[in-house]
């Protein structure tokens, strides 16, 4: 008898066109890996991206590339479902209840919610944007999923998913599985290059500390060039004393496979320089396969529109049996059929 494989579930949302490092190798990375071994379900959330205000045209195309680029990185349509979130509809739909279940302080504790309105001014930010986490809490739960492999700024997010799924569950009868994170230390969070001490991020300050996966390689590897690194010159891991040095250590021991242990020994006597330069070289080695495929995905967008209505058809059947049951528990009459 085959063994039934664990469900997982991520999201990316298609906002800024290019994917940046952080996201790559903060989760879809992991999502290539875990389509081999789990049930997996990937979506391009922009429905999320419309929690700030977003050009149409330009929301449709960076859409069209976000599912691109996760081709590109390798994700196969017939080893994993990957959709677009607005095709599936029973995501707000099963939203409406969740929000129905979150309280309001529970929602306003949420801390990505509370920088980004700082920043915004609560006139500019959304009620979507407020609600942000629990049309998440909906993806995750309309799929039965075990794990969520994110970046550890979604730390808080999944939290605040079993909470309420716990909430259902208790007030309903059990409908929902509770979710848990998956997320890899090592590549939990890519800081910027020019200020590591906050995370690669696309509202970052400067455009110098990020690298955009589609960015000209040559752009990408000029700025590792000129990476902010610490003081001293040993090439040690140490978040701590020298998180510049140990977030290049982490980005090259993810993109090549060698531990960071093999690469201090490594660049044993070496100085910062020589990090900064084969780093450059390793990503640019990396991601020119990667624009290659992404670019073959773009030139047929019909071929890819096909693969993303069959991963709406295949998103679908998992998640309407889950809202009809939700529904049900919750006491909406059905339609007469
Ligand atoms: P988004 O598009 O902002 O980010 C996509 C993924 O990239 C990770 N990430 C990072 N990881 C490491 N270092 C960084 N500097 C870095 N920056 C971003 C994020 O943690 C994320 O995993 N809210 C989600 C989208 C979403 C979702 C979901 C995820 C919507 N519904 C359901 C999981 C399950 C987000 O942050 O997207």
Same mark, same amino acid.
């Given at each position: ?52 205000? *977003? =050009? #149409? !045209?330009?929301?449709?195309?960076? &859409?069209?590339?976000? %599912? ?8 196969? /349509? ?115 290059? *020019? =200020? #590591? !001490?906050?995370?690669?991020?696309? &509202?970052?300050?400067? %455009? ?8 000209? /390689? ?120």
């Amino acid at each position: 008898m085959a063994t039934e494989r664990l469900r997982v579930f991520s999201g990316i949302q298609p906002t800024a066109g290019s994917f940046h490092l952080g996201n790559y190798l903060g989760a879809v990375r992991q999502w290539v890996g875990l389509q081999e071994t789990h049930d997996a379900v990937y979506s391009v959330v922009d429905l999320h991206a419309a929690t700030i205000p *977003q =050009d #149409p !045209a330009a929301l449709r195309e960076s &859409s069209r590339l976000a %599912a691109a680029q996760l081709l590109g990185a390798g994700l196969d /349509p017939d080893r994993c479902t990957l959709c677009i979130q607005s095709h599936v509809p029973e995501h707000t739909q099963l939203a409406w209840v969740i929000n129905c279940l979150t309280g309001f302080g529970e929602a306003a504790r949420m801390t990505q919610f509370k920088d980004k309105s700082a920043k915004q001014g609560t006139d500019a930010t959304t009620v979507g944007l407020f609600t942000y986490p629990m049309l998440m809490a909906a993806d995750i739960l309309l799929y039965h999923t075990r794990q969520v492999p994110v970046g550890e700024d979604q730390r808080q997010h999944i939290e605040l998913t079993r909470d309420v799924a716990q909430r259902f569950n208790a007030r309903y009868g059990e409908t929902f599985t509770l979710p848990g994170a998956y997320i890899l230390k090592e590549t939990a969070k890519i800081q910027d290059l *020019q =200020d #590591p !001490a906050v995370k690669m991020s696309k &509202s970052a300050s400067s %455009a110098k500390g990020i690298v955009w996966l589609m960015d000209e /390689p040559k752009t990408s590897a000029k700025k590792f060039r000129s990476a902010v690194t610490d003081t001293g010159t040993e090439v040690r891991y140490d978040r701590a004393a020298k998180p510049g040095v140990s977030n290049l250590l982490a980005i090259y021991s993810a993109l090549t496979g060698l531990t960071v242990e093999e690469l201090e020994q490594k660049f044993e006597g070496r100085l910062y320089g020589a990090l900064k330069t084969e780093v450059a070289d390793v990503f640019t080695e990396w991601v020119a396969p990667f624009r290659a495929r992404t670019q073959q995905f773009l030139d047929d967008p019909a071929e890819l529109d096909r693969l993303l209505a069959r991963g709406a058809e295949k998103a679908r059947a998992m998640a309407a049996p889950t809202l009809d049951a939700v529904y049900e528990r919750v006491g909406f009459l059905p339609p007469a059929r």
